[in-house]
Nanobody, 125 residues
Framework: QVQLQESGGGSVHAGGSLRLSCAVSGYAYCLGWFRQAPGKEREAVAGINARAGITWHADSVKGRFTISQDNADKTLYLQMDNLKPEDTAMYYC?????????????????????WGQGTQVTVSS
């Protein structure tokens, strides 16, 4: 069983920054971030395969967002810089229980085994 709890969301102006955190309890080495805007499908934002040291980022956030994990306490982070109004969404932390050693995890919502409750990010122009 894996439990996830996000924090760090808020409201910022375009060009601002936020850092999301996800407290992880239980063992999962494939973790990721998703977001869902009103009326839209949940989309994958970034993922990390901690065992292989692999990360990936969606094209829409590449160069602006960075996923990372603290090895000491397993907290998952999403550093978000140069935020845009189109980044406004509920952001969710997710864990994938079964992922191969070298895979890029959580590229689809269906890949997730566990979800956090979400944290809202609002970017105004």
């Amino acid at each position: 069983q894996v439990q996830l709890q996000e924090s760090g969301g808020g409201s910022v102006h375009a060009g601002g920054s936020l850092r999301l955190s996800c407290a992880v309890s239980g063992y999962a080495y494939c973790l990721g971030w998703f977001r869902q805007a009103p009326g839209k499908e949940r989309e994958a934002v970034a993922g990390i395969n901690a065992r292989a040291g692999i990360t990936w980022h969606a094209d829409s956030v590449k160069g602006r967002f960075t996923i990372s994990q603290d090895n000491a306490d397993k907290t998952l982070y999403l550093q978000m810089d140069n935020l845009k109004p189109e980044d406004t969404a509920m952001y969710y932390c997710a864990a994938q229980l079964f992922c191969s050693y070298s895979s890029l995890p959580l590229q689809r919502a269906a890949d997730a085994s566990f979800w956090g409750q979400g944290t809202q990010v609002t970017v105004s122009s």
